[in-house]
Structures are given as structure tokens and as C-alpha cells.
T-cell receptor
Framework: AQKITQTQPGMFVQEKEAVTLDCTYDTSDQSYGLFWYKQPSSGEMIFLIYQGSYDEQNATEGRYSLNFQKARKSANLVISASQLGDSAMYFCAMREGHSGYSTLTFGKGTMLLVSP | DGGITQSPKYLFRKEGQNVTLSCEQNLNHDAMYWYRQDPGQGLRLIYYSQIVNDFQKGDIAEGYSVSREKKESFPLTVTSAQKNPTAFYLC????????????FGDGTRLSIL
């Protein structure tokens, strides 16, 4: 079974609109961390936002926020006021406690295209 | 500035040839990782190392080898046993803690001639 599932291969949004990128995860650990990364066409991976399993509030970083629903095992990324520079691949990833937090498991990603 | 440096940016391999991808970090991180990314796909873990002189296989280690003789360096060798090496290779490092992200280099694109 996949540990990280991103069901949207591609998303389109107009500039200045908000967009939600979906991520569901599967773990039996009580302690885990969820991460979102952005990968522009140039290839580098840029860390965007982190949510810990024990965090009661949703994480926010500027225009990025994480809609964390623990009971549903979902960690959706919300980008407010989209910009043309937001066009990129977005990956959800998880670190689990049982592995000593040694490794990240990645989803297959969602391609976001922002149009003028 | 602290960061991770991967070289070369582009690499070409002939059939039957071994090639080595370089990864150096000055973030003082204990853990380092190698990932492979195929077009339109997510990242798959090849090898990782938590301390010097120790490393573990990831999900797709066959046909690859690594060494960790220094904290700052974690080179990846793509051997001739790797039959489909054309991919984008990313190196990362991190602190071993649940809330710490992995920091990535800019990647190496490997192609077969």
C-alpha cells in the first residue's frame, strides 16, 4: 500500500486564486512529520511547510498553509493568491517515528500550472 | 552560505561504464541521502547514511554503491549493473529529527550514450 497518495496528477488555477493540493498518508506510528516540497522545472527541491503529528494547529508559512485532518489522515497544501512563479511540481512527504525519522517517503506529486 | 553541492549537473555514461556522482554539504548534518527521480515520478530512495562509515540500502539500491568517509561527502557510484540508469539524481542531508526537513542539492541528470 502506498504511504503517501497524491490523487491529482495536474491542477490548473488562475493567478490570484487559491488552490488546494491533496495528500493522504498511511502510517501506524503516533509520531510522524508531514512535509511539502516544491520542484520547479529546474529540478531543485524547495521545502515549503511542515506539520507534526502532535501539532494541534495547522501550519502556515506565508501564502502556504497546511489543512491537517488527523482522523482522515490528510495533509492538504493550500496556496493562497497564486502567482505565476507557483507553477511547479509539488510533493507531499512523510517521516515516521518507527524508522528513527531516518527517511522520507514521497508521493508521486501534483503538477500545478498557474495561468495569467 | 551553507548548502549542498552536487556535481556534475549533467553526466553521460557509456555502456558498461561506472560513473560517480558527487555530493558535498557544509550544513554539518549527520544524515545524507541519495534519491532517483524518473520523469513524472516521485523520489525513490537509493541509499542513506546516518553517520560516517555507515550507510543503509534504500528501496532501489541494486546497481548502485556509496561511501561515507567524511561527514561532508556522500558520493554515489552508478555501476554497469544498473541497466536503466537514465534519471535525475538528487542528494539531500538533514538532522535526524521528525520536524527537520531534508535539504536538497540541485541534482545531476544522467543519460546513456
Amino acid at each position: 500500500a502506498q504511504k503517501i497518495t497524491q490523487t491529482q496528477p495536474g491542477m490548473f488555477v488562475q493567478e490570484k486564486e487559491a488552490v488546494t493540493l491533496d495528500c493522504t498518508y498511511d502510517t501506524s506510528d503516533q509520531s510522524y512529520g508531514l512535509f511539502w516540497y516544491k520542484q520547479p522545472s529546474s529540478g531543485e527541491m524547495i521545502f515549503l511547510i511542515y506539520q507534526g503529528s502532535y501539532d494541534e494547529q495547522n501550519a502556515t508559512e506565508g501564502r502556504y498553509s497546511l489543512n491537517f485532518q488527523k482522523a482522515r489522515k490528510s495533509a492538504n497544501l493550500v496556496i493562497s493568491a497564486s502567482q505565476l512563479g507557483d507553477s511547479a511540481m509539488y510533493f507531499c512527504a512523510m517521516r515516521e517515528g518507527h524508522s528513527g525519522y531516518s527517511t522520507l517517503t514521497f508521493g508521486k506529486g501534483t503538477m500545478l500550472l498557474v495561468s495569467p | 552560505d551553507g548548502g549542498i553541492t552536487q556535481s556534475p549537473k549533467y553526466l553521460f555514461r557509456k555502456e558498461g561504464q561506472n560513473v560517480t556522482l558527487s555530493c558535498e554539504q557544509n550544513l554539518n548534518h549527520d544524515a545524507m541521502y541519495w534519491y532517483r527521480q524518473d520523469p513524472g515520478q516521485g523520489l525513490r530512495l537509493i541509499y542513506y547514511s546516518q553517520i560516517v562509515n555507515d550507510f543503509q540500502k534504500g528501496d532501489i539500491a541494486e546497481g548502485y554503491s556509496v561511501s561515507r568517509e567524511k561527514k561532508e561527502s556522500f558520493p554515489l557510484t552508478v555501476t554497469s549493473a544498473q541497466k536503466n540508469p537514465t534519471a535525475f539524481y538528487l542528494c539531500a542531508s538533514s538532522i535526524e529529527y521528525v520536524g527537520q526537513p531534508q535539504h536538497f542539492g540541485d541534482g545531476t541528470r544522467l543519460s546513456i550514450l
